[in-house]
């Protein structure tokens, strides 16, 4: 590591910072948002982030976010990356989602480290370009809408159904009430789907910025799968993506989900890279 110094992002090394990541915009998406909410703190933003750089000299070497979530620069150097790791001693648990080159170093820190992996899987990153997109039409028997704080119960029951079903830890059996809180905060990113006067459909648009859209937490309830609720949810926030002017919109699938794939190769959406996910504490 000789010849790198770590310190935290400055608001005067934010356009360093976002050219450094632009040479790879799908897989630093994320990290990109968080460089840019350096410039943007406040109300409607929550709390400053927290974003390291990795200098040699003058020159950028990598970047990680640790807070308010943990994010490695999929483009960073080995040694930036194995520079960064003694940072997460300050952090109780995290998920981490990037490439393997990324994951695998890590994975080797935290086991040496006697942290706790909760999760290790593979999965796959879409994404979507306004040219190549075929969206599904607005369905008259459906109503897709912002949702709202009254769907809060209804957020937080699919949230954790969808922990569930990942075989992830539930994080409401621990802390309830932080839990509520942390869906409450994503409430104003999330579009729903009625049917029938019955909530269907939930997904969140957690990045939005001219870069990209990322989408997250996408889930349908059972009862009302393979009725088109998916298809006019995410179709809707991608008509929003590109209406605003933004690049792409993105996701990432559980490896060996044929029917994900079908429904986002069926919008036109394209993988372009096989990602792994920890989580750790």
């Excluded at 075929?134 to 949230?159: C, F, H, K, N």
Aim: net charge negative.
């Amino acid at each position: 590591m000789t010849g790198l110094r770590v310190r935290p992002l400055r608001a005067r090394d934010i356009e360093t910072a976002l050219t450094y990541l632009d040479r790879s915009p799908l897989l630093n998406l994320v990290l990109a948002d968080l460089v840019l909410r350096l410039a943007e703190p406040g109300p409607g933003r929550g709390a400053a982030p927290e974003v390291l750089g990795a200098w040699r000299g003058h020159e950028l070497a990598g970047l990680a976010g640790l807070a308010p979530s943990v994010v490695f620069d999929a483009a960073a150097e080995p040694e930036a990356l194995e520079a960064f790791f003694p940072y997460l001693v300050r952090v109780g648990s995290g998920l981490v989602k990037s490439t393997e080159e990324v994951v695998a170093p890590l994975l080797g820190w935290l086991v040496a480290e006697g942290r706790r992996v909760l999760l290790d899987r593979i999965e796959i990153g879409f994404a979507l370009t306004p040219e190549s997109a075929r969206l599904s039409p607005p369905d008259p028997e459906l109503w897709v809408r912002d949702a709202g704080a009254g769907d809060l119960d209804a957020l937080v029951d699919a949230a954790r159904q969808s922990l569930l079903e990942e075989r992830r830890p539930d994080p409401f059996e621990s802390d309830p009430v932080g839990f509520r809180r942390w869906v409450r905060g994503r409430v104003r990113h999330a579009v729903v789907v009625e049917q029938n006067a019955q909530l269907g459909f939930v997904g969140y648009a957690d990045v939005q910025s001219a870069r990209g859209w990322l989408l997250q937490g996408i889930y349908t309830w059972p009862a009302e799968r393979r009725q088109g609720l998916a298809t006019a949810g995410v179709s809707e926030l991608c008509r929003r993506a590109f209406a605003r002017g933004s690049a792409h919109v993105q996701l990432a699938v559980i490896e060996d989900n044929p029917a994900a794939e079908r429904l986002y190769e069926g919008l036109g959406f394209r993988p372009f890279a096989r990602l792994r996910t920890l989580l750790f504490s």
